[in-house]
């Protein structure tokens, strides 16, 4: 069983650095911000924590923010492209997730209740392709010590990273995301 809670989430969006020019105020999920801004050089997260992508429909490369301001998004590697994001619901409760080493569900298999730093060093799996995500919600990242891309991970089945529009189909840490309010 998990709980989650729903608070106010808000995220503010900026066509220039330092908060400037354009904005535009998300309070959950938008699956295409193009209609609202042409381009995205700074955000502040006001509360809550989201994933922006760089693809509408919640698709591409993701980056996590949590509350704080970011005025240069180019200096985290991003460019003007955010083209969606998606709110995080804050859980608190247990976390619980299998991963597996194949996809859909196969090879070994391993349950997490904690953050792993590599899954090649706590249980010697060289792949992680699909999971189970029971409890809470998780980061994963495609290289060990939580770093390279990442993918956001709600309670669910994940078969195959192959078929969430991302170019990771395996992965090698994985990080929790705990109540931050």
Not at 112 to 128: A, E, F, H, Q, V
Not at 150 to 177: A, C, D, H, L
């Amino acid at each position: 069983m998990y709980i989650t809670f729903f608070i106010s989430l808000q995220i503010i969006f900026y066509e220039d650095k330092n908060f400037q020019g354009r904005s535009y105020e998300c309070q959950g999920d938008c699956s295409d911000m193009h209609s609202h801004l042409s381009r995205c050089h700074s955000c502040k997260v006001e509360s809550g924590c989201f994933m922006v992508y760089d693809r509408p429909n919640f698709m591409g490369n993701q980056f996590f923010m949590r509350r704080g301001e970011y005025s240069d998004m180019n200096m985290l590697g991003w460019n003007d492209c955010i083209r969606s994001c998606r709110s995080i619901p804050m859980h608190r409760g247990q976390f619980r997730m299998r991963i597996y080493e194949s996809e859909n569900f196969g090879g070994q298999m391993n349950e997490l209740n904690d953050d792993c730093d590599s899954i090649m060093g706590r249980y010697s799996m060289s792949d992680c392709m699909s999971c189970n995500v029971m409890d809470g919600h998780w980061l994963m990242y495609e290289q060990p010590h939580f770093r390279g891309k990442v993918m956001y991970m709600r309670p669910g089945e994940y078969r195959s990273f192959r078929n969430m529009g991302s170019n990771n189909t395996k992965f090698m840490s994985m990080k929790r995301i705990p109540d931050m309010m």
